[in-house]
């Protein structure tokens, strides 16, 4: 089966040492057009996550109705977001483990704020600043002084989460506006799709067209491949890393307003272990975690299926145990699987250059 | 890094595809098989009630869900089920409430881990036609028809004073070991003990001498009952209205000259308890039993169904084999007087 896809007698990415000599144009080219898109890792997921719900649809009593979509798309909202700052991140190389500590610290300081008997909208600004002085900070300590994403935001994951618990202590603040805690949970009419998608929507559109379409997104790509590489044609790596910590923060932020007023519950614990979630997602949707490689459109896929599952296998009242292996498994098998094809691919590659080369020379 | 190459062959491509449908499907139907029937709802006698405990996998709340599983049954339920999230977390209820209003379950029982968070979705539950029973822990009395309280305050403290009482004969001094100075319910209960100490007249030769607090840490329980008894010498018995104090006590009494001599009741685990009972050193101790819980929730669920109750003031249902339950103020049902645990009966209880 695997042999017809690939019948070409010569190597697919011209092997360096054994193609040099050859003019250019001689080589085989690579899929390009529809083709690549439709056969890329992110329409992998895509068409999982379609497979899937088709599954579910058909196999799952009442899966398929405008309630699951309400329901199901309130629940991944918070991961959806986050992912987005996510993916820009981890294709640079980079990590972000602070994300769920920040929607905490604002989730603490909405309700003590509220509490307080401040204006809700004052509030709401308030807590974007602070998710924006957190993305700041951690953008300050990873692109201006050059420490390591990953010990920063180790560090930050505890300070933020500690700061949270300063803030609000062991209490939770219940009492917001109605109005607005409905607003959070309200649907478009008989469709099921909850209102506040429709910010999402636009936040996953500008991530998408920033990283699709802007230089800044592609010198992205460029840093994940090599940050040296990156600085030489011109790139500000330092500068293009400290704004995606802000705007990390600043999306955290929003996700935990989002988190507080959806569940009417303000408290130093919410959002707590989120920064998995998301991560997971976004390496289920074909972000590679060594940088480099990854579409917005294959994380919302990701983070969509990885919902999906959980969705559906609550509703066949599967246990959480068995959930948790689910998804697990099925995050290794991503990531495992492309690797195994490369390896195999590679190897093959480097036979068939040898018995080449050892023809030649006989 | 040949691991960070690009993909190039499309057959290699679904492989990953391949393994995410089949362990996604494998999962599905394995879990489904065992799951019972999930939403077949309609006719009367098809009713399914699903319990939603704080977390999964805690000993308390094990015993509290083998007896919502008994009431259950002999409630008439058609199905019971027990979902539920892994950790404790505020919100971590709610997906598993949506997807208990979709599957269409008609009584959902739940201990809130947060009275507020799990507000909406139970609204959402109730408006989709599900009676809510909440227990354990109460959730917000504007989203539950009921509350399952597991007793009294007032009685856990009086049957405490009456065991003394009784295991010293009506007179003598007597010390109470608490938790911390400052715990809610521990203080609650010493101010119900004293007030009864005061105003029985059956009490009246009984002194209160000394109250201490261990904590809830086991050692420092078991020095401050070390101290008591070389303190007071004519102690003659010792309240510990908490399960870490009285296990520590016990201990030490075990070991010691007081051994059957000075008398110690209060809360306690059956089975933390039950080789102090069986030597001798303690006669009765008290605990609510959590599997009633359970048990009365689910009966509870079953009368709010057949709309025999609504959860209103003065309202009435029958327990199976607890028998009659009345509805108090703020819609909250008591389970019961604390049971009480002796060397007949220990052997019965399994938590």
Partial sequence: MSETTTPRSKPAPPAPVADSTKPLADEPKGRTGAARILASRDAIT????????????VAIPRFASPV?????????????????????IIITGEIDLSVASTAGLTSALMGVLWAGGMDIWLVLVICLLAGTAAGMFNGFLIAVLGLPSLAVTIGTLALFRGLALVVIGDNAVANFPRALTAFFTSKLGATGIPTVMIGVVLIMLFFGVLLHFTPFGRGLYAMGYSKEAATFVGINVARSKFWLYVGSGVVSALAGIYWTLRYTSARSDNASG????????????????????????????????????????????VSDVVLITVTGLLLIASVVAPSIGSAIREWRHTRRVRRQFSQNSA | MMFNRKNTGLGRRTVPLVALTAA????????????????????????????????????????????????????????????????????SQVSFINAETQAGTDVIVIAANDPDAVCTALGEARSAGAKIVAFDSDANPDCRDVFISQVVAKEVALIQTKLIAEQIGGSGEIAILSATANATNQNEWIKFMEEDLASNPDYKDIKLVAKV????????????AQGLLQAHPNLKGIISPTTVGIAATARYLSTSAYKGKVALTGLGLPNEMRPFVKDGTVTEF??????????????????????KITGAEGDTFTAGELGDRTVEEGGVVIVGPPTVFNKDNIDQYDF
């Fill in chain 1, 68 to 88: 699951t979509t309400g329901f199901l798309l309130l629940d991944v909202i918070p991961v959806l977001l986050i992912a987005m700052p996510m993916t820009l």
């Fill in chain 1, 274 to 317: 989120l920064e998995l979630a998301v991560i997971a997602a976004v390496l289920l949707g074909g972000v590679s975690i060594f940088g480099g490689k990854g579409t917005i459109p294959g994380v919302i896929a990701g983070v969509l299926l990885i919902g999906t599952l959980n969705y559906a296998l609550r509703l066949g009242r």
């Fill in chain 2, 213 to 224: 607090y261990g904590d809830d840490d086991d050692t420092k329980s078991f020095q401050e």
């Fill in chain 2, 24 to 91: 996604a499907a494998l999962a599905l139907t394995a879990c489904n098989g065992g799951a019972g029937t999930p939403g077949e709802t309609g006719a009367v006698e098809e009713q399914t009630i699903t319990f939603i405990p704080k977390q999964l996998n805690n000993p308390y709340t094990d015993v509290v869900l083998s007896g919502g599983k008994k009431g259950s049954e002999e409630a008439g339920f058609a199905s019971s089920q027990v979902v539920g999230p892994l950790e404790a977390s505020a919100s």
């Fill in chain 2, 286 to 307: 008290a605990l609510w039993d959590p599997a009633q819980l359970g048990y009365v929730a689910a009966f509870a669920g079953k009368a709010l169904v057949e709309g």
């Fill in chain 1, 46 to 57: 895509i068409y999982a996550l379609l497979a899937f719900l088709i599954y579910a649809a």
